[in-house]
């Protein structure tokens, strides 16, 4: 290892956190290279400087307000409102909706109240390249006569 790898390293050293033998690499090297352990030393220093750091406390009333300042959460009932909305907006929209683009048979000539029973004319009117054109009712009948 040079000596810019063991300066990345020397803090993981200092505070025991390198693996076993990148601390005895780090030693070998730190025994051989007095430039390494003037960093080693400054590191040293640094940490026993903040050691003996008092945190100031925190002025008197800060937390208060700074809860005073933040927002208010949404009430729950207030989130359950308008999802129930949406769900029966989506419930409405969607029934009202399927009725203009699917009419049932009955209303599909505009000459019934949509209560008949479908019949089998309007499964044979299939979009080019489906399946459902592959299969016919028709040719049933023809074969079982």
């Known amino acids: 290892m040079n000596c810019e790898e063991i300066r990345e390293r020397l803090s993981a050293f200092l505070d025991g956190e ?8 780090i030693t070998r090297h730190l025994a051989s ?18 050691e003996n750091l008092e945190a100031p406390a925190a002025p008197r009333g800060l937390a208060g307000s700074v ?10 009932w207030r989130q359950s409102l308008a999802l129930a909305a949406c769900l029966v907006l989506g419930i409405f929209l969607g ?29 044979q009117d299939y979009p080019q390249g489906s399946l459902g054109g592959a299969f016919s009712y028709q040719w049933e009948e023809e074969n079982d006569a």
């Open 95 to 123: 029934g009202s909706l399927t009725g203009t683009l699917y009419p049932g048979p009955g209303t599909a000539n505009g000459n019934g109240n949509g209560n008949e029973v479908a019949s089998l004319e309007i499964f």
């Open 33 to 50: 290279c007095p430039a390494c352990q003037a960093e080693l030393a400054a590191l040293e220093r640094l940490e026993a400087a903040l």
């Open 67 to 76: 809860l005073r300042r933040l927002p208010r959460p949404a009430s729950p």
């Open 18 to 25: 390198s693996g076993e033998e990148l601390q005895i690499q």
